[in-house]
C-alpha cells in the first residue's frame, strides 16, 4: 500500500502525488525567534521531520498521478522559515493586532538583565531587535540539530533551506504589489502612512482550509473583530500585508512608507522562491490552521492564478504535559534545552515527541521520558551487539519490514511502526549484522540512535551510562556484589542485582571487572 496521509485541505485520507516524483517539495512553518522554541513547537516539527524521512526511505511507495506505485527512495526538499519579524502578539486578529513578538522579547531581555537573570552567553543587547533574533535562532539551530531535525542540519551547508523574513522583505514587497495590481490587495490611509489588506472576496475559496468563510468572520470571530479595526477595511476578514508603522520596532521602506510585513506574506514569499509555485506539502502545528494558512492560500494562489498553494496540508495537534496545557504559572512549562539541562538525552526526547500519532493530541510525562530513554537504550544494544547468524533471522526481518511499512504508509502511524520496531527486537535474542542494518534503516526515518549521547562517568567499578551520575549507594552495593561473586555467594549477587533493578538500575558486567549501569 501507498503512503496515504490527512489532508487537512479535503478532510481525507488519500494518497500523496507529488508533482515532481524525483523530488517532493515540502514547506514547514518554523519557529519565531523571540524565545526558546518549546516542546510543544518540537513536537510540530519533528512530526514533520519523521514524514520528510519517510517520503526519502526507500520504504516509502508514494503514487503517480496516474495512479501507478513510485517506489522509493527519493529527494525531499524541505523548507522550513525562521520568523524574526511580523509576528504580532494577537495571532488571531486578521488586522496584525498587538506588539511584534520581537518587542516582546526585548522587554522581557531587558528586564532579565537589569535583575542579573541573563544567561551568560547573551551578550546582546536587548534594544536591539536584530541581535535578539540571531541570539535565539541560534539556539534554535542548536536544539533543533540535537533532536535530529534534518533540515536545520542541511542548512549549514544551505541557508536558503531556512530563510529569514527580514532578507526577503523586498519580495514580500513585489508580491504585495502583484496582489494589488490584479485587484486581490487594497491600500488604505494617507501616502506615506499606509496599510496594505487582501481582500478576501476577490479569493471564493477562501475559508475552505479552517472553514472560517468571510460570513463567519463577519459574524464576529469569537470577539476577535472590533469596529475600530474594521472601519478602513471592505471587509471583517481582510488581512493585513503590509502596515507602515515608523514607530514599530523594525521597519523598512515601502511604496506604502516605512512599515513592516504582514505575518502572513513571509511564508507564502519565501516558499515560492525557494520551491515554486505549488508545492506537494504543507505543514505546520493545528493553530496555524486559521488564520495563518488560510491567508497563505489566499495570497498565494491569487498571486500565482494556481489552483493550489500546496497539495496537501499537513497539520500536528497539541502536546500536553502530564495531562495540562504547557503553562509556566503551573511549573509544567518546557523548553528542549531546559531537559537537556536536566540530564535528557536527545534520542529520548525525539523519541518522546514523536511516540504518538500526529493527528492525536500527546501527552507528554516524565514517565514517558523514562521510558522513551529505556527504549533507545535498548535499540542501541541491539545494533550495537550485532553478531548471530542472519540465516535465523531473515523471517524476522522480513514479517518486520513489511509491518513497518505497512505502518508508516497507513497516515505516518509511528506509534504502531513503534511497535513493530519493539516486536521485531523481542523476537530476535541474537542479533546479526543484517538485523542491525534493517534497524539502521528503520533509524533513518526515526532518527534515535545517532543523536547526540550524554557523557558516560566511570568509578573505580561501575560505568554509567545515558547520562547517570554515580549514586554512592549504587556503587556501595556494586563493591558488595564484587564481594559476594569473590566469595562464589551466587545467591547473594543475584539478589543485589535485583534489588538495583528495583531502584531502577539494569547493570551489566563488562570487560575489565567493571560493570556497566543504565536506566533499567
Not at 169 to 195: N, W
Not at 260 to 271: D, K, L, N, Q, T
Not at 346 to 359: F, N, Q, S, V
Not at 362 to 367: C, D, R, Y
Request: glycine share 8%.
Amino acid at each position: 500500500m501507498p503512503l496515504r496521509l490527512h489532508n487537512t485541505l479535503t478532510r481525507r485520507i488519500e494518497p500523496l502525488v507529488p508533482i515532481n516524483p524525483g523530488n517532493v517539495t515540502f514547506y514547514s512553518c518554523g519557529p519565531t525567534v523571540y524565545d526558546d522554541a518549546h516542546i510543544g513547537n518540537f513536537r510540530s516539527f519533528l512530526a514533520a521531520d519523521v514524514l520528510r524521512r519517510w517520503i526519502e526511505s526507500p520504504l516509502c511507495e508514494l503514487t503517480g498521478s496516474d495512479g501507478s506505485p513510485l517506489p522509493g527512495p527519493r529527494r525531499v526538499t524541505h523548507v522550513m522559515n525562521i520568523t524574526d519579524v511580523g509576528h504580532m502578539t494577537d495571532d488571531e486578529d486578521p488586522s496584525g493586532a498587538g506588539e511584534d513578538k520581537m518587542q516582546q522579547a526585548a522587554r522581557r531581555l531587558l528586564e532579565a538583565k537589569k535583575s542579573g537573570k541573563l544567561p551568560p552567553e547573551a551578550k546582546i543587547d536587548p534594544s536591539d531587535p536584530y541581535a535578539i533574533a540571531e541570539f535565539y535562532a541560534r539556539r534554535f539551530l542548536e536544539d533543533a540539530r540535537a533532536l535530529g531535525l534534518k533540515v536545520a542540519v542541511e542548512a549549514e551547508k544551505d541557508p536558503t533551506l531556512m530563510p529569514r523574513p527580514t532578507q526577503r522583505i523586498g519580495a514580500m514587497i513585489a508580491m504585495i504589489e502583484q496582489l494589488i495590481a490584479r485587484g486581490c490587495a487594497y491600500a488604505v490611509g494617507q501616502p506615506g502612512r499606509q496599510t496594505v489588506y487582501f481582500d478576501v472576496q476577490a479569493f471564493p475559496r477562501y475559508g475552505r482550509l479552517s472553514g472560517n468563510t468571510p460570513d463567519t468572520v463577519r459574524a464576529g470571530a469569537g470577539g476577535r473583530v472590533s469596529d475600530a479595526a474594521q472601519s478602513e477595511k471592505k471587509h471583517p476578514a481582510d488581512f493585513m500585508l503590509w502596515k507602515a508603522d515608523p514607530a514599530h520596532v523594525m521597519k523598512w521602506p515601502s511604496p506604502w512608507g516605512e512599515g513592516y510585513p504582514g505575518w502572513h506574506i513571509e511564508c507564502s514569499v519565501m516558499a515560492r522562491e525557494r520551491l515554486g509555485d505549488e508545492i506537494d506539502l504543507h505543514s505546520g502545528g493545528e493553530d496555524n490552521i486559521f488564520p495563518h494558512h488560510e491567508c497563505e492560500i489566499a495570497q498565494s494562489c491569487c498571486a500565482t492564478g494556481r489552483e493550489f498553494f500546496a497539495r496537501c496540508w499537513f497539520h500536528a495537534r497539541h502536546l500536553f504535559v502530564e495531562g495540562a496545557k504547557m503553562s509556566k504559572s503551573k511549573g509544567n512549562f518546557y523548553t528542549a534545552r531546559d531537559l537537556f539541562a536536566r540530564g535528557v538525552e536527545p534520542a529520548a526526547l525525539r523519541l518522546e515527541l514523536i511516540r504518538t500519532h500526529y493527528r492525536s493530541n500527546a501527552n507528554f510525562t516524565m514517565q514517558g521520558l523514562t521510558d522513551s530513554a529505556r527504549m533507545v537504550e535498548r535499540w542501541r544494544r541491539f545494533t550495537e551487539n550485532a553478531t548471530g547468524d542472519p540465516a535465523e533471522s531473515q523471517a524476522a526481518r522480513d514479517d518486520a519490514r513489511a509491518a513497518f511499512t505497512e505502518a508508516m504508509n497507513d497516515d505516518l502511524n509511528v506509534a504502531a511502526a513503534i511497535a513493530e520496531v519493539n516486536k521485531f527486537i523481542g523476537a530476535v535474542p541474537n542479533p546479526s549484522p543484517a538485523d542491525a542494518d534493517l534497524m539502521r534503516q528503520f533509524d533513518q526515518v526515526l532518527a534515535v540512535l545517532d543523536r547526540p549521547r550524554l557523557r558516560t562517568a566511570t568509578t573505580e567499578i561501575g560505568v554509567f551510562v545515558g547520562g547517570l551520575t554515580p549514586d554512592p549507594v549504587v556503587v556501595a552495593k556494586l563493591d558488595e556484589r564484587a564481594a559476594a561473586r569473590k566469595a562464589k555467594d551466587f545467591a547473594r549477587s543475584d539478589a543485589i542485582r535485583d534489588e538495583l533493578l528495583k531502584m531502577g538500575y539494569a547493570i551489566k558486567d563488562i570487560a575489565g571487572g567493571k560493570v556497566e549501569v543504565s536506566r533499567a
